[in-house]
């Protein structure tokens, strides 16, 4: 009592195409690995606080500090493959308006911006780190030193501007392709 599913093309403008994978880059792998490690060392955090508490009325210290350092470097990681995946905030009525020139020339601004912005944050979130370092600052919460911490964020905002210039790169590659269908294509 199955039926298969129709073959060709999908002719419902709603339904969203997924890119091909040969445009996606491979080494986005490490993105997606990261955000699979980085939740599931939050849930297991989180679950052990939860245990703890619920079983004795207390509650590990150390969980607060370190979920919300997790959870900084799951934005900056997201960030990172957003950026790769071309998939960024924008004001699509700008993006994908006008010519394919237009959206081209958009498109490449907006990864030239990107790609400026964090590496301005690397450049400057450096002396963060070294203040940290030099001035021994220690953690609130545990007492470690707090550049175990600040140095992830000139490392992933440098990572998040290499991604940035990558697509500038793949974006300048692309040739202009024709707006609508090719008018002989078989149904």
């Known amino acids: 009592m199955s039926s298969t599913p129709p073959q060709g093309p999908v002719t419902d403008a709603s339904?969203?195409?997924a890119a091909p994978a040969s445009e996606e880059p491979r080494s986005l792998r490490i993105e997606d690995w990261l955000t699979?490690?980085?939740?599931?060392?939050?849930?297991?955090?989180?679950?052990?606080?939860?245990?703890?508490?619920?079983?004795?009325?207390?509650s590990f210290a150390w969980?607060?500090?370190?979920?919300?350092?997790?959870m900084i470097?799951?934005?900056?990681?997201?960030?990172?493959?957003a950026v790769a995946r071309?998939?960024?905030?924008?004001?699509?009525?700008?993006?994908?308006?006008?010519?394919?020139?237009r959206r081209k020339r958009l498109a490449q601004l907006g990864a030239v911006a990107v790609a400026l912005l964090f590496g301005l944050i690397a450049v400057l979130s450096v002396r963060v780190v070294w203040d940290d370092y030099r001035f021994g600052e220690t953690s609130p919460g545990i007492g470690v030193p707090q550049?175990?911490?600040?140095?992830?964020?000139?490392?992933?905002s440098a990572l998040i501007a290499a991604r940035a210039v990558g697509l500038l790169l793949r974006r300048s590659?692309?040739?202009?392709?024709?707006?609508?269908?090719?008018?002989d294509a078989q149904p």
């Open 15 to 17: 339904v969203p195409v």
């Open 36 to 58: 699979v490690i980085v939740m599931a060392a939050l849930a297991l955090i989180t679950f052990a606080n939860v245990l703890v508490r619920y079983f004795t009325s207390s």
């Open 63 to 70: 969980t607060e500090e370190i979920s919300v350092f997790l």
């Open 73 to 81: 470097v799951l934005a900056l990681v997201a960030g990172s493959a």
């Open 86 to 101: 071309d998939q960024h905030i924008r004001i699509e009525y700008f993006a994908e308006g006008g010519s394919a020139a």
């Open 147 to 156: 550049w175990w911490y600040s140095i992830w964020l000139p490392v992933i």
């Open 173 to 183: 590659r692309e040739a202009l392709r024709p707006e609508g269908p090719a008018e």
